[in-house]
């Protein structure tokens, strides 16, 4: 009785890895063939607000595809802008004069068209802003000035034209508007700015 029900399992077990060995295994190569990494964007960034200055925009991103082409896909953004701002009547200062980083946090979607060579995307992000504001502190006599990290929300909108080396590398050349949509700290008067960028994209695998 006991050899019946051993061989019963026995045979249980190997119908079930005869099945199991059968599956189609997970093609990992196909999976990251849908995921793209720029890996670094070099630009320049302008700024309507008449506190900052353009600067230097670094892009880093990840990219996941539905497909290769003509279709939506969703893109990461971390970019870094430097500028130099301009403040007038800070507290209890006339002017305040310095250099400021900006930390860009971005996700959203867009939509690639195009041929095997030449093709172009638009993509919408939202996201915030991540930056340190400038405080005059007056102590007696001696005014000193601190730092305090702030953030704020923004958008962007981006036009992208890329050239395809092959199925999966590209060169892109970036144009965006950065918007952002609450008057204080550098952006009293304007929220607005414009940009561009060149790098290089390509696949995971």
């Not at 295994?25 to 200055?53: C, H, N, T, W």
């Not at 950065?178 to 008067?189: H, K, L, P, S, T």
């Amino acid at each position: 009785m006991h050899c019946l029900k051993f061989s019963f399992l026995f045979l249980l077990m190997s119908t079930g890895l005869c099945i199991h060995g059968q599956e189609k295994p997970v093609d990992e190569k196909a999976f990251g063939r849908q995921i793209f990494l720029p890996s670094i964007e070099m630009g320049y960034a302008g700024s309507s607000a008449s506190a900052l200055s353009g600067g230097l925009i670094t892009k880093t991103s990840i990219e996941f595809r539905l497909r290769n082409n003509n279709d939506i896909f969703a893109r990461i953004n971390y970019d870094i802008i430097n500028s130099e701002y301009t403040l007038e009547n800070v507290n209890t200062t006339n002017i305040i004069k310095g250099k400021a980083s900006f930390n860009d946090l971005l996700a959203g979607i867009g939509y690639r068209f195009g041929d095997e060579k030449f093709r172009c995307f638009l993509m919408v992000q939202p996201g915030v802003r991540l930056y340190n504001y400038p405080i005059a502190l007056q102590q007696g006599n001696e005014i000193t000035i601190d730092q305090s990290g702030n953030n704020i929300f923004m958008t962007r909108a981006t036009v992208g034209l890329e050239y395809y080396f092959d199925a999966k590398t590209a060169i892109s050349f970036d144009v965006f508007q950065n918007q952002i949509w609450e008057a204080r700290d550098f952006w009293n008067d304007r929220g607005d700015s414009y940009g561009l960028s060149i790098g290089v994209i390509t696949s995971l695998f």
